[in-house]
């Protein structure tokens, strides 16, 4: 076991496959196959979910940022429902947390209770982002790993298989990075996380792994500390 506690962070878009709107069943499912293959090893897991395949709201018209932030908390919730759904069909015990009151869906977000549901080896799903607009789910995950004393984050991310210094589906001669420091990233804006997700994660020395999520065994190779995709910060876990 290379880690004892770590969080996952899934985009909506990572949930969606190819349907790249909604959920596709299949996908999901592969991806909770790989998360419980990393809580067979007595790893610690929480997830944050992203809710782009349900709604990206900085690109909608006439509605303002606020309301549009706190309509895309709601997708989040319902792909960490869909989540646990999967992962409680193939026997872990799962809790869902919410940065918004949902007590009829869903705990609320309570540090200490959700460090205790890992200990007992239950995996915890974070959803509704901060539960304030204007910030972003990577800030969650930074914010959420922080808070629960998290090793690593393991950014799993749809289409690329790690950083690059351009877009590698429309640049040939992009290239791939294997480490960054955290500077490197909001110098050069190379967009992995937003750039307070970014500068949360360098004042708490929280290191990023940055791996493709189209194959979900990618997630299993970086639990256990395989040097793919792209490692930020955190240099002891070169």
Not at 8 to 37: H, N, P, Q, T, Y
Not at 47 to 56: A, E, K, T
Not at 138 to 158: F, M, Q, S, V
Request: charged share 25%.
């Amino acid at each position: 076991m290379k880690f004892s506690r770590i969080v996952i962070k899934l985009s909506g878009e990572a949930l969606a496959g190819e349907k790249r709107f909604g959920l596709d069943d299949d996908v999901v499912l592969r991806i909770a196959k790989s998360i419980c293959k990393v809580h067979a090893t007595k790893t610690e897991i929480a997830i944050v979910v992203g809710g782009g395949n349900f709604w990206r709201g900085r690109t909608a018209v006439d509605i303002d940022p606020a309301s549009s932030d706190y309509m895309g908390m709601l997708g989040t919730v319902i792909n960490a429902l869909r989540l646990q759904a999967s992962l409680e069909s193939l026997g872990v015990d799962t809790r869902v947390q919410t940065a918004i009151d949902m007590d009829k869906v869903a705990e609320p977000y309570i540090r200490r209770r959700a460090m205790r549901h890992m200990e007992k080896g239950r995996i915890v799903i974070f959803a509704a982002g901060t539960g304030n607009p204007y910030f972003t789910t990577d800030t969650t995950a930074a914010l959420r790993a922080a808070e629960i004393n998290a090793d690593i984050i393991l950014l799993g991310k749809k289409g690329v298989d790690a950083v690059y210094d351009k877009d590698p589906n429309r640049f040939s001669d992009a290239k791939a990075f294997t480490a960054l420091s955290y500077m490197d990233v909001l110098q050069r804006g190379l967009g992995i996380m937003d750039a307070t997700a970014t500068s949360l994660c360098m004042d708490n020395q929280i290191p990023l792994r940055v791996f493709g999520i189209d194959d979900p065994d990618n997630l299993i190779r970086a639990a256990a500390g395989e040097n793919i995709g792209t490692l930020v910060g955190g240099t002891e876990y070169v």
